[in-house]
């Protein structure tokens, strides 16, 4: 497969799929790579047989789809982000939970193989979870890939995964096993692993904080992330605060979120309720 047909085969099948090429641009060698197998695998000659094949198989969208799922990610990927979760939205959201009881809710949405929820909860239980004794942080952790997600409950991984990890941290968090990092056990409890396509299916909120970073924003045409964003806005507690990658920004309907100091950490405000002093 050319370069050449490889870019022409996922400006054909992108857009059909609500996604867009903008976003695959830096990676798409990496989708290539799987159409290749796929190829391989039904011993056809090149993208043009696919393509009469896809139009003649309906069910092979789901394959296509699934090459397009773009598994990178690594722990406390964007650190800044995770320090303002830290210094300013969890001791926040804990302050108020505090006050109406209950544990603080997270989604991670396209989790990947587990980095960022594991991530979050090293950061609440390493960080202000210390001064908040007894307040549970519950993490839903979805994906669309189940072999991610297989990954992110044996929750294994190299050390390139872990280069953002504060070295404390990580001898606090990890145990070695041979050349790979395991995350101890007091770090896995409080994470539930769910198989889920989010454009399907929508967990059932309120969530205080939602983590949707380089997945809907990146990947998904206008009007998929316009239609994500209302979605995900109505599983938002009120005062909940939704996170995005650290490049993307929010699509139309963004009007009535607050961005942190400009991005990518945005608060929903209460109904009729300003944005509080340390916001
Ligand atoms: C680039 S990774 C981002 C991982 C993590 N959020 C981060 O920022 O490091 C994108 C993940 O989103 C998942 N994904 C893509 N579309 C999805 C969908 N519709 N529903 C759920 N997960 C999806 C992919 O399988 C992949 O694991």
């Not at 394959?63 to 990927?77: D, K, N």
């Amino acid at each position: 497969m050319t370069e050449r047909d490889g870019v022409g085969f996922l400006h054909w099948c992108l857009p059909i799929l609500g996604l867009r090429w903008a976003g695959y641009r830096r990676v798409h060698r990496q989708v290539c790579k799987r159409l290749a197998r796929r190829l391989a695998a039904l011993r056809l000659a090149d993208l043009a047989a696919y393509r009469a094949y896809i139009e003649g198989h309906n069910e092979e969208w789901a394959e296509v789809e699934a090459a397009c799922l773009i598994p990178i990610s690594r722990f406390f990927r964007d650190r800044a982000v995770f320090d303002l979760l830290a210094d300013r939205v969890l001791p926040k959201i804990a302050r108020r939970k505090q006050a109406a009881g209950g544990a603080i809710r997270c989604w991670s949405l396209g989790c990947a193989s587990g980095e960022e929820p594991y991530s979050l909860n090293i950061l609440w239980k390493l960080g202000p979870g210390r001064r908040f004794p007894g307040m549970a942080l519950d993490i839903l952790a979805s994906d669309a890939a189940p072999h991610l997600l297989a990954r992110a409950r044996r929750g294994c991984y190299g050390a390139g995964s872990l280069k953002e990890v504060p070295a404390s941290w990580r001898d606090e968090a990890f145990e070695r096993q041979g050349p790979l990092y395991c995350v101890k056990a007091p770090f896995r409890s409080g994470i539930a692993f769910v198989h889920a396509d989010a454009s399907r299916t929508l967990p059932e909120g309120p969530f205080d904080l939602l983590m949707c970073r380089n997945v809907v924003f990146t990947y998904f045409d206008a009007a998929r992330q316009a239609d994500m964003l209302a979605r995900l806005r109505a599983v938002m507690a009120p005062g909940g605060y939704l996170v995005v990658g650290r490049k993307e920004e929010l699509p139309v309907g963004r009007e009535e979120f607050e961005a942190l100091d400009g991005g990518p950490v945005y608060r929903l405000p209460c109904r009729g309720g300003a944005a509080g002093p340390d916001d």
